[in-house]
């Protein structure tokens, strides 16, 4: 039984090869653009000629936009081109290459990169702060119900309806006028909404609650999960395997730890030992403190060869943080010599730290030397983290602190400000511009399909990290507009109003859980990006035109 294979149908039918650019051209321009100007790479004019079978092997140097001047410089081969299938239209395992250059920084961009800066203000990193008000009072109470239900099924593990009831209370936050009517249900903006959704809103205005939000204060099992959740190192699965044994309470913890009943590692004790200073939120002063210690003991050992910078909701001028985050570099290429490698930076600060009582216990997960984390891809970078609990004041605090090559100091400051849905933003038009953004630099981007549905492989060389110096070199490489730290604080409001949350997330973000509850992360995945058309798509679109011109 010989298969049905698309190539043949394609050769028969004497469709015309051509590459993605030429659809995403048509789509941006609404017309049917040349398709001369964008010929499918490694294949003659004629498509019903089969190539040669010594010329088979996809060219990777020709992928460059037609639009591209012939002085400009051509895109570099990625290491693992060779081992790239040779029939792109047949093999399962196909990889197909965005391959912005250089010539980005003069303007010289594709038609793919062309259309995405015209929706740019679409992604939630490109928002401004007056984007955003204080929602109507009715509104803000019927967000608040909604809000209540996500936390429940984050603390379940739900993660489809956690996102659905996070999103939708975001999207009525967001919304310019009040829900006051059954007729305002009916607004464009709110008939998106699901019909049980709808039914809840309703059920809002004729009695002022939600029966299932109400039914919530009553059930033990989600206030016991939120509770045992509360203690770090532990997550659902442990929380729910707690909770068997008969655990309802962190008090019931101890009490079965002190008994030998239940055995907790070592993140857990320090976690339960700490369990009321790590709930409370941390004064701005206080944060003030503990960065002052952190650079005293830094300046004595190094003098002001170290840059450091205090990151996070800190950074973004938040009154109050769960945790501190710590960021150091050499400020200098000279200093970068003298100071050592990053991990040796960091070794002796803690040991300095600990020494003056400051660092009062250490946390798993401090690593001494680059790894990949959080999804991003494997790196070759030097940085080292610590994560450990301090105590400058009564209370005992988390404390993060990371020390980077100076070369990836813009990406790691960038990362490490947040805020979370800021950078997932930014990061996701990166990936759609053809590169990977992450807190060790920037580097072209090869999408894989085959390997697996969701799987992403990065084989791009990385861009000079010598022209980024600070964050906003960032931002105009990828053509954005610079946001101040202030200005990153994307939440969900932002991105649930209409039009920005299918763009962003409807297909192309999925929930997980991570080991530290945040049920909420949400992580960028590739499957079937705009990017990845078939060839039977490109057919069948080709076949309509033709025959709508033939009309």
Known sequence: FNAWKPKDFALEARVRWVSTDWLISCLSQQRRVPEAQFPWPSRTDSPASPSPKGSRKRDISKLASPAESPTSPSPKVVPHASKMPEEPAESSSEVEELRPTMATFNGQLTPKRQALLQRKEKFACQRTASSSTAPAPQNAALAELFSRLQKHYESLGDGWKERSYRTTAGLIRSLPFEVTSVEDLERPQLKRLGKKTRQKMLEFLETGQIGRVEGLQDDEATKALNELQGIWGVGLTTARRWYAMGCCSVVEVQRQVDQGQLKLNSDQLIGLEFFHDFAQRIPRDEVSEIVAMVRGSALKRYGSRLRLEACGSYRRGKETCGDVDLLLCARTAADEQLVGPPAEVLQRLVADLTQQEFLTHDLKGTRWTGESHDGDPPSSSTSACYFGVCKVRSCHRRIDIKVHPRVEFPFALLSFTGSGPFNRSMRLFARRAGFSLSDHGICE?????????????????????????????????????????????????????????????????????????????????????EEKWTICGLIHLISGWNLLGSS
Do not use: C
Request: aromatic content about 8%; glycine content about 8%; charged content about 25%.
């Open 445 to 529: 981007a090869s999408h894989a399909r085959g390997v697996g549905r969701g799987q992403r492989l990065w084989t791009g060389p990385p861009i000079a990290q010598q022209h980024f110096l600070e964050e906003k070199d960032i931002f105009d490489f990828l053509g954005l507009t610079y946001r101040e730290p202030s200005e990153r604080e994307v939440d969900a409001v932002w991105l649930s109003e209409t039009g920005v949350v299918p763009m962003e997330s409807a297909d192309e973000v999925t929930v997980t859980a991570s080991p530290k509850r945040n049920l909420n992360t949400a992580v960028v995945i590739d499957s079937e990006s």
